[in-house]
């Protein structure tokens, strides 16, 4: 199972608190408390694995480590080790403590979440020609704590969208090297599932419904996948009774999502085209073509069909490493 939206309590280390000692040599009185460590911070840090949220399924709080006492002879306490998350690249903290949110948008970036409590300082910091022997110290100061809501909203170049089972999976497996469930009813693909097609990461998003958008189905917990990627692809089943209005049922729910995802460049495949004659399939397409023009005929066991997918793929290729 894909956790892709969970809620979590962080909080960083505590400053170690400051010590009060004197030097007990001859000749060589004086205070000689050393300082508490400062406390470990909490770091996040994106990454390639979509299924790293997964580590927060049951573990809802951390802590990163206190700061250690100071101790006599000068001696300053270590720092508490920071704690360093790894989530998937794409994920939103939504930090609810504070009211921010920050966004990890490539692999490798950091961001620090919660920072550490300093550390106080012992009795050799308060001496004075006053105060020769001083028994002040500083308690170590709290960590920060938040509590976190984190979102993981999918990045890839091109999303595979439609009503459930049509055919998403098949073409995913058909030109990656992704393994996602296929079968013949309904809601196969339970979460969203990667492929790779040289430079392009494909991502079939589960079926939506009508009202996924509401929350029917499976669909608003995906959807906001879909405002991710840059192209879409969109399937309508050969096999359905009414192609237009399935057509008009996930355009209708994209944009009740957001307006910003009808702008989207999208083609559209009639997919399962083996099942019907070449006079229902001309039918099809000349209805759905009405409706978007680069509607066209698809079926993983036509070869010519793949090549023209490709084809559309090494267009969307050429146009990723103009943008870069």
């Known amino acids: 199972m894909l956790v892709d939206d969970v809620k979590i ?79 998937p690249v794409g994920t939103v903290i939504h930090n609810i403590t504070k009211k921010t949110d920050h966004e990890l948008t ?63 999976s098949s073409l995913l497996n058909e030109i990656t090297r992704a393994q996602s469930k296929v079968a013949n ?28 958008s509401e929350g029917k189905g499976l669909g608003i917990k995906f959807l906001r996948h879909v405002e991710r990627t840059r192209v879409l692809f969109h399937f309508i089943s050969a096999e359905s009774e009414d192609p237009a209005e399935d057509y008009a049922v996930i355009r209708k729910e994209l944009g009740k999502h957001s307006k910003e995802l009808l702008e989207k460049t999208e083609y559209l495949f009639v997919s399962k085209s083996d099942t019907k004659t070449d006079k229902e399939l001309k039918k099809i397409v000349t209805v759905l073509k009405k409706k978007n023009k680069t509607a066209s005929l698809l079926s993983i066991h036509d070869t010519d069909a793949i090549k023209r997918v490709e084809k559309i793929l090494q267009k969307i290729t050429k146009a990723k490493h103009k943008a870069v």
């Open 9 to 87: 309590k962080v909080r960083a280390g505590k400053g170690g608190k400051g010590s009060v000692a004197f030097n007990k040599n001859m000749m060589s009185l004086g205070p000689t408390g050393g300082s508490g460590g400062n406390g470990g911070d909490i770091t996040f840090e994106g990454v390639s694995d979509l299924s790293m949220l997964n580590q927060f399924r049951y573990k809802k709080e951390l802590s990163a480590e206190d700061g250690i006492f100071g101790r006599d002879q000068f001696r300053d306490g270590h720092n508490g080790g920071d704690l360093l998350l790894q989530v």
């Open 185 to 212: 009813y309904p809601f196969t693909t339970l979460e969203p599932h990667l492929g790779v097609w040289y430079d392009l990461i494909l991502a079939d998003i589960p079926g939506l419904i009508e009202g996924a």
């Open 106 to 168: 490539h692999i490798g970036e950091r961001i620090v979440i919660a920072k550490g409590g300093f550390g106080g300082k012992g009795n050799f910091h308060f001496r004075s020609s006053r105060n020769t022997t001083p028994t002040q110290f500083q308690p170590g100061l709290p960590g920060e704590e938040s509590m976190l809501h984190l979102e993981l909203k999918l990045i890839a170049d091109i999303g595979f969208i439609g009503l459930p089972n049509v055919g998403k």
